[in-house]
């Protein structure tokens, strides 16, 4: 007999690759130049924290590129919202440049006319990156055009989750492209027994909780019998829940707000898929894209909110960290600071990649002409050493974003020239006059001066 074994190589899931800087098995977020910030992209069981600017426009177009990388990778898509239409968050998702459209749009920018001064950029480093100069050495992610949506056929063929906690049912069901498309998962009202069943299981039993006519729920609810009188118990009661919703402390919850734990139900149900466990040699071992929007937002609100949120993070962070997945949620923490200005370090503590969104807008800044080419700031809060033992950091932390027609570029903050040769002159200005030994006479005076 002999030692020899054969080796076994696992197929790399798809959409990931190993990063060249920790080792560890990243996929792309879907901007390649948010991609360059963390190294290459997320970590798999790594949470990133956007937080959204005041007018929440530039977080939106981060998440639609990290749904819309999910579906060209073939993906599983969980999306969660209260503020949003799942739904209409998909079908907005942007359209994929094919590879001749990205070389020529690189042609186009690398060909940049010169501006009104005439300067224009040193061909030695016109092709250096915006952001980072290390080159990948393997390619993931795509190219979106913004201005355009992705065809219905390529949405019909994403396997996407979506949770909105039953109140816009009635709506989801009429999205033809992304219902029929969707898994069993959804929370549809016009669906089936067997779809609908976490919905009503989670109406059966707070009506029976209030009755007391049953003390095991979970068996009354597989009963044939029982699920006719549920179905139309849970239409009811799903119809007038913010009249009729049931205390807290009627029964034992985890959360006191029951959004928390309804969407850790449906997360978790998806999560415990045999194709997303670590380790296991599965042929169709996939990866799944958590995306949690404007989560902490007013509709959140409650008596208890800073500890159900904190409570929500790290079960979450846990389920996350068990499983091949990688998760994306923006919040409002501008809305956060104002309600407890002590629960903005606490979340960032509990998430991996903290990354805060400043717009423009609204501000001097829109006006002031260092910024005339941006669109805002990019400021990294926290960046997580994930399995490894040193953080990959960019060259640099002034960071400033662009919102084109086409695109969302980072790129690093420079000021224009014109400000540089001013604020030269401005210098040159204060040290003419700074105070000498001529006391009130004028520098530039024709006065002799006796000692």
């Known amino acids: 007999m002999t030692s020899f074994r054969k080796r076994t190589v696992q197929k790399p899931i798809r959409g990931t690759r190993t990063s060249p800087h920790t080792a560890q098995v990243i996929t792309s977020s879907g901007n390649p130049s948010l991609d360059l910030i963390l190294g290459g992209g997320l970590p798999i069981g790594s949470i990133c924290l956007i937080e959204e600017d005041r007018f929440m426009t530039h977080a939106k177009v981060l998440v639609k590129y990290f749904l819309a990388e ?100 009635n709506i989801v069901v009429q999205e033809d492209d992304i219902c029929n498309s969707s898994s069993s998962l959804e929370p549809t009202a016009a669906a089936s027994g067997d779809e609908a069943a976490p919905v009503v299981q989670l109406d059966a039993q707070s009506t029976a909780s209030n009755n007391n006519n049953n003390n095991n729920n979970d068996n009354a609810i597989t009963d044939n019998s029982t699920a006719n009188n549920a179905t139309s118990t849970a239409a009811t009661t799903t119809a007038t829940a913010t009249a009729t919703a049931s205390p807290p402390a009627a029964q034992p919850h985890f959360f006191y707000n029951p959004r928390y734990g309804r969407l850790l139900d449906y997360l978790q149900l998806l999560l415990n898929d045999e194709s997303f466990e670590p380790g296991t040699n599965v042929q169709q071992k996939n990866l799944c894209r958590v ?83 941006y669109s805002g700031l990019l400021h990294l809060h926290k960046m ?61 005076s024709n006065v002799s001066m006796d000692f």
């Open 70 to 169: 999910g579906v060209l990778s073939k993906q599983e898509i969980f999306l969660g919202s209260l503020d949003d239409l799942p739904a209409e968050m998909l079908r907005r998702l942007p359209k994929p440049l094919t590879d001749e459209e990205v070389e020529q749009e690189q042609r186009q920018e690398q060909e940049q006319p010169a501006d009104k001064n005439g300067l224009r950029i040193a061909f030695r480093y016109s092709d250096l990156p915006l952001v980072n100069s290390e080159q990948a050495t393997a390619k993931i992610g795509h190219h979106f055009n913004l201005m355009e949506h992705m065809e219905p056929m390529m949405l019909s063929y994403a396997q996407a989750t979506i949770w909105d906690d039953n109140n816009k049912a």
């Open 384 to 444: 997580s050493a994930i399995n490894t033992l040193a953080v990959h950091m960019p060259e640099t932390t002034d960071l400033a974003f662009k919102l084109r027609r086409k695109k969302f570029v980072i790129e690093k903050l420079h000021l224009p020239p014109e400000l540089q040769e001013t604020s030269e002159q401005g210098a040159a200005a204060d040290m003419m006059a700074l105070p000498n030994c001529s006391a009130n006479v004028p520098v530039n």
């Open 291 to 373: 995306c949690l929007t404007s989560l902490g937002s007013p509709l959140w609100y409650d008596e208890h909110f800073a500890e159900d949120l904190l409570k929500f993070l790290t079960i979450l962070r846990a389920s996350v960290r068990s499983c091949t997945a990688v998760c994306f949620i923006t919040m409002p923490m501008h809305l956060i600071a104002k309600y407890e200005t002590s629960l903005v370090p606490k979340i960032r503590q509990l998430v991996d990649y903290a990354i805060e969104l400043e717009s423009f807008a609204g501000s001097e800044r829109e006006t002031h002409p260092a910024f005339k080419e």
